[in-house]
Nanobody, 124 residues
């Protein structure tokens, strides 16, 4: 029903920044809570951030708070993730996800649709 495609990943030095985008098609974008997760090599996928349907409420993992910013443009069916002050430990595949739940959640199981992921690599 919903397809998500991430873009904007790349390789940067420690302290650098990137802007990720996730374009959605199918369904009604504004009816979904949107989230970003990441998975580092050999690690489990972890919650990064989420944004409410209207964009008025955001949630962040403690590890990225103050450095990452999630936003959305419902008219463009797109959610964004601005990542600043990157650290080597931020190296991971970043996935966007859509949830039909009424409120945001950190729980991976509450998200119904997933993108293919985009790689961020941070070197020291």
């Amino acid at each position: 029903q919903v397809q998500l495609v991430e873009s904007g990943g790349g390789s940067v030095q420690s302290g650098g920044s990137l802007g990720l985008s996730c374009a959605a098609s199918g369904g009604t974008f504004s009816s979904y809570v949107m989230g970003w997760f990441r998975q580092a090599p050999g690690k489990e996928r972890e919650f990064v951030t989420a944004i409410s349907r209207s964009g008025s409420i955001t949630y962040y993992a403690d590890s990225v708070k103050g450095r990452f910013t999630i936003s959305r443009d419902n008219a463009k069916n797109t959610v964004y993730l601005q990542v600043n002050s990157l650290k080597p430990e931020d190296t991971a595949v970043y996935y966007c996800a859509a949830s039909s739940r009424l409120v945001g959640s950190r729980a991976e199981a509450t998200y119904d649709y997933w993108g293919q992921g985009t790689q961020i690599t941070v070197s020291s």
